[in-house]
């Protein structure tokens, strides 16, 4: 497996990732879709492991061989949280799960998971992720009008129009 060149004095939320994915193989990057305030989910799988624990982390892309940790487990079968984010590693099943709550627009943007070396200070990317955030969607509008005999009624209009709504091609005033 190929290694990442050597950082040197770099902050510890700077990691250097390494070239080649778990199987050495070049990873593919994917695009994942999500809308403001949801909660995004994303699994990453690697082989089952054995012997000591090895830390898993989530980190934006910050630069092409850098990223910012947002989130790092800390042991398996916990949970690790960290502001909105969260991590739960099963080293055993050969996975683990990210969560990002509250998403925003600002944080459309490339990310990596992976198993992460402290004294190394590098990621073995797993995924590469683009996330696109869209704006929540807003629902038809609505119109109010009242009747003669004082009762309001509400009246949508009908998806893909626009302008004032009709009733019986009547138009309301």
């Keep these: 497996m190929a290694w990442g060149a050597p950082c040197l004095l770099l902050p510890p939320v ?6 080649s994915g ?14 403001v ?11 089952p492991e054995g012997g000591s624990y090895r830390q898993k982390t989530w980190c934006r892309q910050t630069s092409p061989n850098l990223c910012t940790r947002l989130v790092t ?11 909105r984010y969260a991590i739960w ?27 992460y070396n402290s004294s190394r200070n590098t990621i073995t990317i797993l995924r590469n992720i683009s996330l696109l955030v869209s704006p929540a969607l807003t629902p038809s ?6 009747w003669p005999l004082g009762s309001t009624v509400r009246i949508t209009s009908p998806e893909g129009t ?5 009733l019986n091609g009547s138009e309301l005033r």
């Design 14 to 19: 700077l990691l250097v990732f390494l070239a």
């Design 141 to 146: 509008p609505m119109w109010t009008t009242t």
């Design 22 to 35: 778990s199987q050495g193989q070049q990873v593919v990057s994917e695009e994942l879709h999500d809308v």
């Design 89 to 115: 590693d099963v080293p055993d099943a050969g996975f683990f799960n990210i969560s990002m709550a509250q998403l925003t627009e600002n944080d459309s943007g490339p990310y990596w998971c992976g198993p």
């Design 73 to 83: 487990s800390s042991a398996p079968r916990t949970v690790t949280q960290n502001s």
């Design 37 to 47: 305030g949801q909660t995004l989910s994303v699994r990453c799988q690697y082989s």
């Design 162 to 166: 626009s302008g004032p709504p009709s």
